[in-house]
Structure formats: structure tokens, C-alpha cells
């Protein structure tokens, strides 16, 4: 009886073991599913699946990628494709999660290491791998060599991002010269109908979206300046189809965590493959890794979206204000901030900065920053970067009775800082022109009067930590706006032998990541935003060290609308960062209402950059009214859900944007005429993601609905029947709050 139970009892183990999908047999956790049978695994959250296995030579061979399939989905061994034609061998026609540079690759690989005794081949294969909660370890080895490579996949069970990184480890008993190392290749499904996003830019015109299709060959983004650029951001976003839309269609996207030279490759091989290659720029690279040492590259992180490019950037907004930004995964709303570069430049002083405090907190403004020129003998750009010490003249008793006065005004206080930065004319310059980027004997080309502190090198990392420490413990600081105003040149460090010059593209950005985050721990209340002359460090890395960022020096405010746009594609408006200045405006000579700059900046982070000394009392009114209607809405601004509805690119005549919040009980509903044509009224607007059945009060923020509109109504109604805004003019806006009905 007892033996017949028994059996009994196998029999039935043995059938539910056969119904269950093969990968729940196998070691894995609740997101990561490895199959000892077929060597494959899987990773699958929040609609995507990513899939990739050990195929019959032992490489890294990807499967797919996509929308999530059935657990019970085969996903069978891989295999390595044919040779295609005698120039198309294995190696170039067999997808691969991390290339070496050898056996005959063509396409970009992740990793090209010239070994001492001139061998340049290598080939990895898969050692072993190890599952712990959400990360996955894959190790890998040259087929002779001890040069492994240990492969890092996570995956955010909330938004199914993958991060992916390498460690290359020399356990070898010699260096290795590292030419080229990325942080991963994303393979997606082979095609030829795909097109390819992309952010290009300039200084005061940075978050152009680009659109292109992709041909055979390839595309290169990257920056080569030694930080992460206006020119391109390390983002890109791959739709299929013929007419993706911001709703709808495939998107692959990713963004890379990393603020130095970067640069990211995409390919369509000889069979339509495509293939996205990113990490550290191989230009001009070169890193000596000593035996026993090892290299880390930076994450490369990567998404699906089955639903259009909208949900794609809603899904990086939401990963970047849960698992990057420093105060995730809850971060605190942005304070409305007032700014004095655009009223005073250069010129502070503690009246003036005192005079303009009053000013800014009586329209309700929560956090005063002081900008550049309070400090050495910083009377324009061509002295003082270096010299950290308190103008004497311009604060002759310390910074003390201004923050006293700040705080008095019921305001926290920020400061502006430029910390790897020199000029010529400073006293560190004098004492130490070592400490800066050069080629010995060669000239050091200046830019804004200013030289770029070579922060690879201790001593200068220990400079700069030291005088912000100073600042920091000395001074009641709520927040530091971290410039950075110029790019690399003449990238020498000539204190190191010169194979291991080069690492200044390594070292200098690890250095900058090190004192912030040392920094952010001894002062962990302190704020930080990321600046170099508007958005030329906007990146993951920053991000996972700094608060909000500055977009653009361009503070044009219909300017802004498209900055800002582009800048959603990839960042969250909840870092973004955006001023009221003055009109006309400094850059176009643009004339537009009060009313209007504040809607503009309140589509992200709201600022007052303008010299209040020359405002109206009708323009202190309108601005307290929308600071405080921000307040209202600002959570839903910052940390809801943003759905472009009317672009402002391509000559566009209108823009709108709306938010919602993340419990859907309210919508924010922001509304741009750029101006009338031939008569029409303002396009009508269908708002999206609210709750259909829940009933919505709609009040407005500035202007009016048409007369018709109703006070209530239901979701469904106002995504359905949509909603008709009255504005008429050139440079006109109107913003409306949807609060759900008690
Ligand atoms: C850069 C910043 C500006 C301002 C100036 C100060 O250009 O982007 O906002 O801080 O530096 O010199």
C-alpha cells in the first residue's frame, strides 16, 4: 500500500513537471528563467520578453526581444547561422550579446584588446552563470586566454528595462591594452523597415528629435568632447513599421549611464541585422588593464514599448524617478526656484542678491539660487574660476547674512559652482598649471577664457572635494548648480606614463561621480543640479548623482516648447529644470506675455530667472497666482504620466501637452498657439489616460474653454469628445486642471 502511494505520488510529479513551462524547472528568479536543458535565458517583465542562449560553440547567441511571449513559448537551443557567402562567415552572420574583436567579426564589437605580444584576437565563450533576485552574471573567457569578461543583466520588474554592463577582468600575468570597450550590444529582430530616433543639438538649441531610416550600414552617436555633449545624447529609440505613432508600434529604446566620451553604434549588417553597440567612445581610447585588475564599463540600459514612443518615454520617465535619480524611488517635488544669472550676470552682491530674495519670495518662490560671480575675482569669465574663496568686496561679510536673509524669507538656498574649471588668470592657475588638461610643450587651447582641471589626476580630485566640503560645512546650502562650461582639448596627462594617458576618459568621469557621491552622503540633504551651458551633461550617470538639470541656456520660451519636447523623449520633465526670464528675450528678441513664459516653464521644474527689479505689480500678481496654480499640479507635472499630444516640431502651429497623475485623479493639460492662420480655431484636443468612467471637474489655470464645454465630465468624454480651448493670436497659451469629482 505504502509502496503503491509513493508511486502514486511520483507519477503525479512527474506529469505536473511535464505541464509546467521548462523554464520553471529550471535555476531562476522570479524575473530571470534559465533553461538547463536548452541553455537559454530569459527575462520577462511588464510586457517584454529579452531572451538570448549559449549556442553549440559556446557564445553568447541573442534569441529575441520583444513583446512578452508565453511562458510556455519554445524557445528551443540556438545554434550558430551559416556561412553566408565566404565573406559572410559565422562570425558575422550569428548575432552576438558580446563580441570580441576576432575570428573575423565585421560588425562593431563590444570589446578589441591588443594583448603584449601583439595577438589582437579574441573570442569569448560562456564559463558559468550565476541568478540572485532581479541580476543575472554571466562569465565569460577568451578560448585561451585568461581575459574574462563578466556580463551584468538587471531587469526593473515595474517598467521591464534591462540594464546591461561589463566587467573585463585580466587574470592574465601581463597588461592588456583595452581599445575598445562597450557596455553591450542589443540585437533586435532582423528587419528592414525600421527608423531610428535620435537627439542632436547645439549650445542654446540642444533636444532636436531626428528621425531617419535605417539603412545597411551604420549610424555613430556619440560625443568625443571627454563629457556626455549637446551635439548627441546617449539615447537612441527604434521603431518598426511604416507608420509608428505616439501611441502605437513597436519601439526598442535605451539610454546610456555615462557622462565622458561615450558612443553608440547602430547597425544594419549585410542581413537586414540590426545591432546597438554602446559604451565608453573607442576614440582615442586606451586603457592599460594591469593583470589582476579589472575594467567596469558603464550600464547601457534598454526597453521595449508594444505601445508607441509615448509609452516607450513614459517607461524611462518612470525607471529614472524609481531606480535612478538619488532620491528614488520617491523623489521629492522640485521647489519653484528663482535664479540670477539672466537678472544680474556677473554683477552680485549682497544688497542686489537680497533686494531680488525679497522680490522672488513674495511671489511664493521656495528655494533662492545665487549664479555665477561670487567668488575669487570673478568680475566676468576671464578671472577667477579656481579660486573658491568668497568675493570680499561683493560679500564683505561672507555668504552668512545673505543665506540668513534667504532663510528669513522662508527660501532654502543654492549656490552656483563651475568646480572643474580653471582660468588662466586665477591663483590655482598660478600655482598649479600642471593641473589641467595638455600635451606637454603644445598650447592649451582656452574656451570662454577657461581651462578643463584635469580631475583624473588625485590631487585635483582632492582639491575640488575639499573646497566643496569647505563651502558645504561652512554655509547653509539647500543646493548646488554644477556648471561646466566647455569641452575637452589637447586631452594629455602628462604625469603618467604615457600607455596609460588615455585612461583620463575613465578616470576623470569616475572621479566626477566619486565627489558627488561622496558629497551626497556627508550632506545627504543637499541638492544637486547637472549644468554644462544649458544640457550638455544630461545623461543616466549624472542622473543617478544629481536632482533636475539645466536643458538649455535658451530660456526662449516658444523656443522652449520644442527644447522641452525633445528633451521628454528621453529625460523626465520631473529633472527638467525651466526658467520665466524676461521678454523680449535675450536670444530671439521674442516679445510674449508673462502668462505665456509661465505655462511654457511650467511643463517641468519651474524657475524664475528674470530681473524682478524691472517687473509691474500686475507681473508680480500673475506670477504669484501661477506659482501657486504650479503647486497645485506640480506632483502630476513631475512624477505622473506626460502624453504629447500635439507636437510642436515641423512647423507645428499649436502644441499641447497633458500629465496625469499616477492614481489618475488628475490631469494637467497645457496648450500652446504659436499662432493663427487663416482663421481656424485651436485644433481640439483629445486628452489621454485618464480614468473613463470617473468623472473630471475641469478649472482653468490661465484662459478660457469655449462656452459650450462642460464644468464636469466624464474621462471617456474629454479623451472622446475632446475638449475646444479658446485661443486666438500669435505666442497665446491656456492650461486646465482635470480633478476627479468627489
Ligand atoms: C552657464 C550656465 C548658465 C549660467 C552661466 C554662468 O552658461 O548654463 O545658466 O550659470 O554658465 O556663467
New binding site residues.
Given amino acids: 500500500m505504502q509502496c503503491l502511494r509513493t508511486r502514486l505520488f511520483q507519477i503525479i510529479l512527474m506529469a505536473t513537471l511535464a505541464t509546467l513551462p521548462s523554464s520553471s524547472r529550471a535555476q531562476d528568479s522570479n524575473n530571470i528563467h534559465y533553461d538547463q536543458a536548452t541553455h537559454v535565458f530569459r527575462l520577462d517583465a511588464a510586457g517584454m520578453t529579452y531572451a538570448f542562449g549559449v549556442n553549440n560553440v559556446d557564445a553568447l547567441q541573442p534569441i529575441y526581444w520583444g513583446k512578452t511571449l508565453a511562458a510556455t513559448d519554445p524557445l528551443p537551443a540556438v545554434h550558430t547561422m551559416p556561412e553566408a557567402a565566404s565573406f559572410d562567415s559565422p562570425a558575422d552572420t550569428t548575432p552576438n550579446e558580446y563580441a570580441g574583436w576576432g575570428g573575423g567579426l565585421y560588425p562593431e564589437p563590444a570589446l578589441k584588446v591588443t594583448f603584449p605580444d601583439g595577438n589582437r584576437d579574441l573570442v569569448l565563450h560562456y564559463v558559468s552563470h550565476a541568478i540572485a533576485g532581479d541580476e543575472l552574471k554571466i562569465k565569460l573567457k577568451d578560448i585561451e586566454r585568461n581575459l574574462f569578461v563578466e556580463l551584468h543583466y538587471t531587469i526593473d520588474p515595474a517598467t521591464g528595462i534591462v540594464g546591461r554592463w561589463a566587467v573585463i577582468e585580466n587574470k592574465t600575468s601581463t597588461p592588456v591594452m583595452i581599445e575598445s570597450a562597450a557596455a553591450a550590444t542589443w540585437s533586435l529582430p532582423r528587419g528592414n523597415d525600421y527608423s531610428l530616433r535620435y537627439l542632436s543639438g547645439r549650445w542654446a538649441g540642444e533636444w532636436n528629435l531626428q528621425k531617419q531610416p535605417i539603412r545597411p550600414g551604420e549610424t555613430i552617436l556619440q560625443s568625443k568632447r571627454g563629457s556626455t555633449g549637446h551635439q548627441n545624447n546617449p539615447w537612441f529609440a527604434i521603431e518598426r513599421g511604416e507608420h509608428p505613432d505616439e501611441e502605437s508600434g513597436d519601439v526598442w529604446f535605451g539610454a546610456l549611464a555615462w557622462s565622458g566620451s561615450w558612443r553608440i553604434s547602430v547597425e544594419q549588417d549585410q542581413l537586414q541585422q540590426i545591432r546597438v553597440t554602446g559604451g565608453f567612445n573607442p576614440f582615442d581610447f586606451g586603457y592599460k588593464l594591469e593583470a589582476g585588475k579589472e575594467l567596469t564599463t558603464p550600464v547601457f540600459y534598454g526597453g521595449y514599448s508594444g505601445d508607441g514612443i509615448g509609452a516607450a518615454s513614459r517607461l524611462l520617465h518612470r525607471f529614472e524617478l524609481t531606480k535612478i535619480l538619488p532620491q528614488a524611488p520617491a523623489p521629492k517635488v522640485r521647489p519653484v526656484i528663482y ?1 540670477s ?1 539672466e537678472a544680474t550676470g ?1 554683477d552680485v552682491d549682497e544688497p542686489g542678491q537680497e533686494a531680488l530674495a525679497e522680490k522672488a519670495a513674495s511671489i511664493g518662490v521656495e528655494r533662492f539660487i545665487m ?3 561670487w567668488f575669487g575675482q570673478r568680475k566676468d ?1 576671464h578671472a577667477g574660476l579656481g579660486d573658491w574663496y568668497v568675493n570680499p568686496q561683493k560679500f564683505p561679510h561672507g555668504l552668512k547674512p545673505l543665506i540668513d536673509k534667504v532663510h528669513a524669507l522662508g527660501m532654502d538656498f543654492g549656490l ?1 559652482v ?1 568646480p572643474e574649471m580653471v582660468n588662466p588668470n586665477s591663483d590655482l592657475y598660478r600655482k598649479h598649471p600642471d593641473w589641467v588638461l595638455n600635451f606637454t610643450g603644445r598650447p592649451r587651447t582656452e574656451a570662454r577664457n577657461q581651462l578643463v582641471l584635469n580631475l583624473a589626476r588625485q590631487d585635483v580630485r582632492d582639491y575640488i572635494f575639499h573646497f566643496l566640503d569647505d563651502l558645504l560645512s561652512h554655509n547653509d546650502i539647500a543646493f548646488l ?1 554644477w ?1 561646466y ?1 566647455r569641452n575637452w582639448s589637447e586631452p594629455g596627462w602628462p604625469a603618467v606614463a604615457p600607455d596609460e594617458q588615455k585612461e583620463v576618459y575613465v578616470q576623470y568621469t569616475r572621479n566626477l561621480y566619486s565627489i558627488l557621491s561622496e558629497l551626497r552622503a556627508k550632506y545627504p540633504k543637499l541638492e544637486i543640479e547637472s ?4 544640457g550638455g551633461r544630461v545623461d543616466l550617470g549624472i542622473l543617478r548623482l544629481t536632482d533636475e538639470v ?1 536643458p538649455s ?1 535658451n530660456t526662449d520660451p516658444f523656443d522652449r516648447l520644442r527644447i522641452q519636447d525633445g528633451f521628454t523623449y528621453a529625460y523626465t520633465p520631473g529633472v527638467m529644470m525651466a526658467w520665466v526670464t524676461d521678454s523680449p528675450g535675450w536670444l530671439n528678441n521674442r516679445t510674449t506675455s508673462v502668462t505665456y513664459r509661465f505655462l511654457s516653464s511650467m511643463q517641468g521644474s519651474l524657475g524664475v530667472g528674470a530681473n524682478l527689479k524691472n517687473w509691474k505689480p500686475e507681473d508680480f500678481a500673475t506670477a504669484k497666482q501661477l506659482i501657486e496654480a504650479y503647486k497645485g499640479v506640480r506632483e502630476t507635472v513631475q512624477h505622473g504620466s506626460l502624453y504629447r499630444l500635439v507636437s510642436p516640431r515641423d512647423g507645428s502651429e499649436a502644441s499641447v501637452t497633458e500629465s496625469v497623475s499616477l492614481d489618475r485623479k488628475q490631469g494637467v493639460l497645457f496648450t500652446f498657439l504659436h499662432s493663427s492662420q487663416m482663421g481656424y480655431p485651436f485644433p481640439r484636443v483629445y486628452l489621454r489616460g485618464l480614468d473613463p468612467k470617473m468623472q473630471y471637474r475641469v478649472t482653468p489655470i490661465a484662459g478660457e474653454l469655449t462656452k459650450d464645454m462642460p464644468a464636469a465630465a466624464s474621462g471617456a468624454y474629454w479623451m472622446s469628445h475632446g475638449v475646444d480651448v479658446q485661443l486666438r493670436g500669435d505666442f497665446q497659451a491656456a492650461a486646465f486642471r482635470f480633478d476627479a469629482a468627489p
Fill in positions: 535664479n544669472w556677473f549664479d555665477d560671480g569669465d552656483w563651475e548648480k556648471d562650461n549644468c554644462s551651458g544649458g539645466w541656456d
